[in-house]
Structures are given as structure tokens and as C-alpha cells.
């Protein structure tokens, strides 16, 4: 299944790319024009076999908000164009490179900070870093966020102790169609 996952994840991301680079090149711009700061937001964070990868997304917070996880920072770091971007998820589209170059799948856990440490050791327990993290998830589609870590490993637990292909795919269908409980910063509340 590991072998079909990674042809189906890179045949995605390399066909898809003709399309979403000219988007976030534009997209970049959009950002860049709302707010200081690089329009790429780079991050590093817990990938496969617990190993440290930097994850490529849009920007969609203010510039100097720093490395706190989404429920924690709050929606009242979001920028305007932010709240789009999230809203149609279209700030995870660099996240293809990290497919592309195989730091990520385009289903998985969703990958985690370091400074997350109560996830990362529910993970550990449960076998999730032998997976890729993942542009989507089973805990993202139930919208479970990292501020639940027991449960968020559980249901990762559970969904890849069993997925198959037709399963992921259908995952990557329905976060396509808008679902999942929506954003962990706007849940947040503005909280800090």
C-alpha cells in the first residue's frame, strides 16, 4: 500500500502543479500587498519516523506571530485574506511540494509542531510517525484539532490501522468539498 500511496501522492502533486504555482504566485502577491512580511509561511515540524521537515504554506497570519499552533494563536491573528485562504484551503497548496519531494503524503496525521510534545508522545504510543504526515487527515475531517491530542491520535490511530486507497481518496474528495469543523484558530476564539 506505502509503494501505491507514494506513486498516487506524487503523480497528484507533480500533475497539479502547472496550475497551483501560477495560483500562489498570485496568491503570494495578494498576501504581500495585505500585510509585511514573506507571503510563505515555512514552518518546521514532526514528520515520519519523528524527524524534523520544514512545511511550506501561505501565510495566512500576521507576519510576526511566531511559531504557536492554530488554537493557541488565536483567529485575531488571521489576516483578512487569511480568513479566505483558510476558509477554501487554499494556504495548504505548497504543501505539494512537500508531497512532491515525499516530507508528506497527501493523506496522513496531520504534522505537528515539536514544541507539541503531549501529541507527539500519543502519537508515538499509537505507531503514527511510521506514516508521512498529510496535507489532510481523519482527525481534520472530524475537526478534531492538536488542542485534543489523545483523541486526534486515537482517531489517526484507528483510520490508519485500516485505510485503504478508495479510503484516502475519499478523504481528499471530501476535504476538497469543505469538510471538517472548520479552523482551530477561529475556534480559538482569538484566545492566546
Do not use: W
Not at 506505502?2 to 498516487?8: C, Q, S
Not at 497539479?16 to 514552518?43: D, H, T, Y
Not at 493523506?107 to 504526515?133: D, N, T, Y
Request: some cysteine.
Amino acid at each position: 500500500m506505502r509503494a501505491v500511496k507514494r506513486v498516487v501522492d506524487l503523480a497528484v502533486a507533480l500533475l497539479s502543479m502547472p496550475v497551483v504555482l501560477p495560483l500562489c504566485a498570485v496568491l503570494m502577491v495578494i498576501i504581500r500587498l495585505e500585510s509585511p512580511g514573506n507571503p510563505l509561511f515555512i514552518q518546521r515540524r514532526v514528520g515520519r519516523h519523528q524527524r524534523a521537515f520544514s512545511i511550506y504554506k501561505l501565510r495566512t497570519m500576521a507576519a510576526n506571530t511566531g511559531d504557536l499552533p492554530s488554537h493557541v494563536a488565536g483567529e485575531r491573528t488571521v489576516t483578512r485574506i487569511g480568513r479566505i485562504l483558510r476558509k477554501l484551503k487554499l494556504d495548504e497548496l505548497p504543501q505539494l511540494i512537500n508531497v512532491a519531494t515525499g516530507t508528506m503524503s497527501l493523506v496522513g496525521p496531520r504534522p505537528c509542531l515539536p514544541s507539541q510534545l503531549e501529541l507527539i508522545e500519543e502519537r508515538a504510543k499509537r505507531g503514527l510517525f511510521a506514516h508521512a504526515p498529510g496535507i489532510t487527515g481523519p482527525a481534520q475531517i472530524a475537526g478534531i484539532d492538536m488542542s485534543d491530542p489523545r483523541r486526534l491520535a486515537e482517531v489517526e490511530a484507528e483510520y490508519f490501522g485500516r485505510a485503504t486507497l478508495a479510503q484516502d481518496l475519499r478523504m481528499i474528495v471530501q476535504t476538497a468539498t469543505g469538510a471538517g469543523a472548520g479552523d482551530a484558530a477561529a475556534k480559538a476564539g482569538g484566545k492566546s
